[in-house]
């Protein structure tokens, strides 16, 4: 059973920035494709950011696009999510999640729908003040 564990949440004034981790257990990371969802009070589970295994193509929600960067490090098993110019919005509980991919295809392929996933992390605060 694969675990991770999400850290880099906290309190931030808008306009600033935090920086997201998340490191599963297990061997496989460079099997896996990733992303980052988040969950705000009483609203429903929404996609943020996904990268391919290969880390080479992502994608964002729009709402964030141009302010969040996501990134991975194969070699040191983590990814990344930058968030800059945080808006009051942007709460939520950011959740990281995993899915193995196929090793014999590109790597290219990044996924964005919540039913794509099979490992989710228990997510971490992040609460943006006006």
């Known amino acids: 059973q694969v675990q991770l564990v999400e850290s880099g949440g906290g309190p931030v004034q808008a306009g600033g920035s935090l920086r997201l981790s998340c490191s599963p257990s297990?061997?496989?990371?460079?099997?896996?494709?990733m992303a980052w969802f988040r969950q705000a009070p009483g609203k429903e589970r929404e996609f943020v950011s996904a990268?391919?295994?290969?880390?080479?193509?992502?994608a964002y929600v729009d709402s964030v696009r141009g302010r969040f960067t996501i990134s991975r490090n194969n070699a040191e098993k983590t990814m990344y999510l930058q968030m800059n110019g945080l808006k009051p919005e942007d709460t939520a509980v950011y959740i990281c999640?995993?899915?193995?991919?196929?090793?014999?295809?590109?790597?290219?392929?990044?996924?964005?729908?919540?039913?794509?996933?099979?490992?989710w992390g228990r997510g971490t605060q992040v609460t943006v003040s006006s």
């Open positions: 990268v391919s295994r290969n880390g080479e193509n992502k």
């Open positions: 999640a995993i899915r193995y991919t196929d090793p014999f295809d590109s790597g290219n392929f990044y996924y964005t729908s919540k039913t794509d996933y099979s490992y």
């Open positions: 297990g061997r496989a990371f460079s099997t896996y494709a």
